[in-house]
């Protein structure tokens, strides 16, 4: 009897409201909004990956050029380009995140108004904790997910010092010191995407799920 019950608020939450301020197409178009943030987030996400393994190729490009003495300039120039291609593929995935945010807010906040309608109370109640959940461990994703840009602005600054320090290497002949700078930098960057995957696999669930389902992971 409560599994019906609580079908049936389900279906009141997205076909029916109370509010004269909310409709249940402002909760669709909010959801919709928030789907389209996520795949423009995955998207740069995706940019801003390229444009680190490509810094680091050219980075690694670099140093083998100086090992030979040979087209130094024209690889410094290369690498420097790359390297302020990442931080802007950076500053713009923050941005992403800045607005995917914002929707995933709007979005709790409507399905809450939509909730707080229904006049059964055992479903209200039902489905306001399982809100409560879902908004809860996404905003920990979310928290996560700043992080991870973080580490990967990081990142940026860390490779940008190999850079300079690499011109130092090139003067004085050695090049020992900058290997280990390079596999800390290289072997980082996996980590990062993985995190920031979480942040996509997370978002998708929000519009892929019941938020009772969420509610109970």
């Excluded at 409560?2 to 009141?12: D, G, N, S």
């Excluded at 996400?45 to 040979?70: F, I, P, R």
């Excluded at 700078?181 to 920031?196: A, F, P, T, Y």
Aim: with cysteine; glycine share 4%.
């Amino acid at each position: 009897m409560f599994k019906r019950t609580l079908f049936v608020a389900l279906i009141a939450l997205t076909l029916t409201s109370c509010w004269k301020d909310k409709s249940p197409e402002d909760l669709i178009r909010l959801k919709d909004k928030f789907k389209s943030q996520v795949d423009d987030f995955e998207s740069k996400k995706e940019t801003a990956n390229k444009n680190v393994n490509k810094g680091l190729e050219s980075l690694n490009a670099l140093k083998s050029a100086l090992e030979d003495t040979k087209n130094e300039d024209k690889e410094f120039a290369k690498v420097y380009g790359d390297w302020e291609k990442v931080d802007r593929r950076v500053n713009n995935l923050n941005k992403e995140y800045e607005d995917l945010k914002e929707k995933a807010s709007n979005l709790f906040t409507a399905m809450e108004t939509q909730t707080n309608s229904l006049s059964d109370e055992r479903s209200k109640k039902t489905l306001l904790g399982a809100i409560e959940k879902a908004r809860t461990k996404y905003n920990a994703t979310l928290a996560n997910t700043s992080q991870a840009i973080d580490k990967l602005r990081l990142l940026h600054g860390d490779a940008v010092e190999v850079v300079k320090a690499l011109e130092v290497a090139a003067a004085l002949n050695s090049f020992d010191n900058i290997n280990d700078q390079m596999k800390s930098i290289e072997g980082r960057v996996d980590g990062i995407m993985q995190e920031l995957n979480v942040a996509v696999v997370e978002s998708k669930k929000l519009y892929e799920k019941k938020i009772t389902e969420l509610g109970e992971e």
